[in-house]
């Protein structure tokens, strides 16, 4: 009934099957129908030119905010399943912090529903622990499951009772799902506002320490080591952190961690003359955090790149750096900052980023996807290594434009994006090929 | 005159911005000031026709009406907004103040505000002036500036001195403004206090610290001794203000063991028997009185400067011109 795709003569990078080469791939049925080296196009064909550009396995986030419903002024559904289609991704992982939060089944399948709706990249709902997410007690977790919910997490907020922390780890383990938390110890700064360091001394606002984060991290693998469970840290920033992670693993402890691509290429001086944009949870840290998170990229202790896209409206973040709430926008330009200061300065190989940021979470979360296999869904991201351009925020099309990389100049964007073997979202010509030259 | 020449820039958000020579110009400027509140007719047409917003959502005695009185003494035309944190919502208030003020046509706002950054914040947004009367834990850089005129009227330069900032550094704008203005004024810089009070990396900024008193006390040519703020033992950063003053507080015992005559100023209002006793605050050592009554004339030099007078003709506008 569909048609079908011929994605002709691109560059075909699968790490899933260590595939790197030029290659057809033909969707049809919402499916990788044949994937070699000469395919000829079956009847009710169309054949999309590919050559000179990356074809991956579609692009996932498991961490976005798309912050409906409740705070549809700043993302709906339907807009961050568009954004995060153009930014080159064909699923997203909503996160269960909305108002009200996401911890039964009519709003898990609510966001599910409405994500389907959008026709963009495919969103899949994250529960919540607790309920209301207030830390206290455990949430409906297979009610969700059978909802569509994919994790369970309270992010925006840590896990801090431990207690709960340990039966979560236990109880999601009856149905497969990882259990993120945001780690961070609230009573050690409760009201900061940025890393702790010269930055904040300077600036007179309260900082946050590494500590923070450490200590939380820390806690959370050894109930990972206790229960067996599979714990999924989120956004990691710092250096023992990092390092905590890859000796947890290095010992057998299930567990899985982010990196943000802002945690990759950004400090804390980002933050100087208190730009809001550049404030977020956890903080930008220091230049030593930096590179240890991008050591942890490239050696696995960090298996995915995530963006914790936080949409936020320009009157929040318009405000006195303590008003303003934390969090910036990511789907748009993550290939683009990835490709051009993480790929392309040497940190990791292309290879590797499609390792982090397709397969591994889609292995991470138990997506469908992460694999261009014959007989695996039709997800598909087409970049252009080549293309030039410049972060402009007011083209986005995610409904907020809370970005510190506005009039960052890239090399790499996406293309073409294509869900279920449909393209959700193509770049206007104008955009990308022209720039290149 | 024309702010858009004001050798200070548009506004005076910290003192982190200003070089040493602004800053020696500041106080240059506030000298010829001073006689002015000593007159028996206290005001000079210096800003005649200048609209300035007093604009406080903090409260502040001291501050406001030392301003208040600088600007009068200009012959400006002022306006006070006292908003009280409660009854605003920070954050967007403050862009819609600023909106609402500048449609009106001003030529400065005079602000405090308890979040740090919330002075050049509105500095960005508005073409007026914006001087900082202290923003949260930031800066209050005329209260930096008062300090170093009184350190100069008393020690007759600034450049060498030992000046030690005594308590609450953590939490303190006014540390953080005279940290910046005695460095780019030559002078060595300490911090004392508990460690709980001390912020991080503080040493990064080019000054040494203490944790005890006593050793403050026979390094330091200056005592600046800041208020601790009653909260603070609620937050557990001290245990109480008994022990605080134990371990911490200037007593004239501990002056008295100073291989040196100690100047001792307090940027007010100051808590008698916590940092610091009363025998000191009205002994001789203490110079806590000069700093307010220079304050009035640092400010009227601020409001000077900013409005486009230059510090050469600051003696001729005192005798009624205007600048």
Known sequence: MSEKLLLKGGRVLDPSQDLDGVRDILLADGMVAALGEQIDAPEDTRIIDCAGLLVTPGLIDVHVHLREPGGEHKETIASGAR?????????????PNTDPAMDDPASVGFVAAEGRRAQAARVYPVGCISVGRSGERLAPVGEMVDAGAVAITDDGSPVTNSLLMRLALEYAQSFGIPVADHPEDLSLSPSGQMNEGLVATRLGLKGKPNAMEDIHILRDIMLAELTGGHLHLQHVSTR????SIRQAKSRGVHVTAEASPHHLVLTEDAVDGYRTEAKMNPPLRAQTDVDAVRAGLADGALDIIATDHAPHHYDEKEAA?????????GLETAVGIVLTRVVNEGVIDLATMVERMSCQPARAFGLPGGTLAEGSVGDVSVLDLDAQWTVDAAAFLSKSRNTPFAGWVLQGAPVRTIVGGKTVWEAAREDVREDAT | MNPSVSSLGKDLVGLE???????????DTAEPFKEISERRIKKVPVLRGKTIVNLFFEASTRTRVSFEFAEKRLSADTVNIAASGSSVVKGETLVDTARNLEAMRIDMVVMRHGSSGAARFLAERIPSSVINAGDGQHEHPTQALL???????HMGRIEGLRVCIVGDVLHSRVARSNIYGLLKLGAEVAVCGPPTLMPPAIQELGVTAFTRIEEAIEWAG???????QLERMHGGFVPSLREYNRIWGVSSQRLAAAPRDVLVLHPGPMNRGVEIDSDVADGPHSVILNQVTNGVAIRMAV???LAGGRQESAEAAKQGGEA
Do not use: K, W
């Open chain 1, 83 to 95: 954004a995060a289609a153009a930014g080159g991704f064909t699923a997203v992982c909503a996160m």
């Open chain 1, 240 to 243: 023992f952190g990092v390092e």
């Open chain 1, 321 to 329: 750096f303590e008003d303003a709430p934390n969090g910036i926008v």
């Open chain 2, 17 to 27: 911005d200003l070089s040493g020579d602004q800053i020696i110009s500041i106080l």
């Open chain 2, 147 to 153: 300090d170093l005129l009184t350190i100069r009227d």
């Open chain 2, 222 to 228: 200056v005592l600046n001794v800041l208020r601790l």
């Open chain 2, 303 to 305: 409001l000077y400067l």
